[in-house]
Nanobody
Framework: QLELVESGGGLVQPGGSLRLSCVAS????????IGWFRQAPGKEREGVSC???????HYTHAAKGRFTISRDNAKNTVYLDMSGLTPEDTAVYYC?????????????????????WGKGTLVTVSS
């Protein structure tokens, strides 16, 4: 059974950068589409970025131009490199995985329920 663990969150000043990691265990990540989602205090969860099995990427409005998603199947890890962080990026960031045939655009739009989730990592952007 696939399990996901996020790491890399923490406190960062506005304008700073962080790299989040989503490490899988139990099964290989090959064949799994991965999405990064976030939930800010008092707000609905939103999609941030998603990556296909072949490395194709999609970014929502929350991430475009500032975040980069990538995957290293050999390390069973998906990354989210974030830069230009603002206080509005403060949230718990989750990675999730699916083998479904939906597009990564559909996955990021949360039009489909992802079957595997990590427990999240907290990112706080504050001076």
């Amino acid at each position: 059974q696939l399990e996901l663990v996020e790491s890399g969150g923490g406190l960062v000043q506005p304008g700073g950068s962080l790299r989040l990691s989503c490490v899988a265990s139990g099964r290989s990540l090959e064949g799994w589409k991965i999405g990064w989602f976030r939930q800010a205090p008092g707000k609905e969860r939103e999609g941030v970025s998603c990556i296909s099995t072949g490395g194709g990427t999609h970014y929502t409005h929350a991430a475009k131009g500032r975040f980069t998603i990538s995957r290293d199947n050999a390390k069973n890890t998906v990354y989210l490199d974030m830069s230009g962080l603002t206080p509005e990026d403060t949230a718990v960031y989750y990675c999730a995985a699916t083998r479904a045939l939906f597009s990564i655009q559909t996955i990021c739009a949360q039009l489909y329920g992802m079957p595997v989730w990590g427990k999240g990592t907290l990112v706080t952007v504050s001076s």
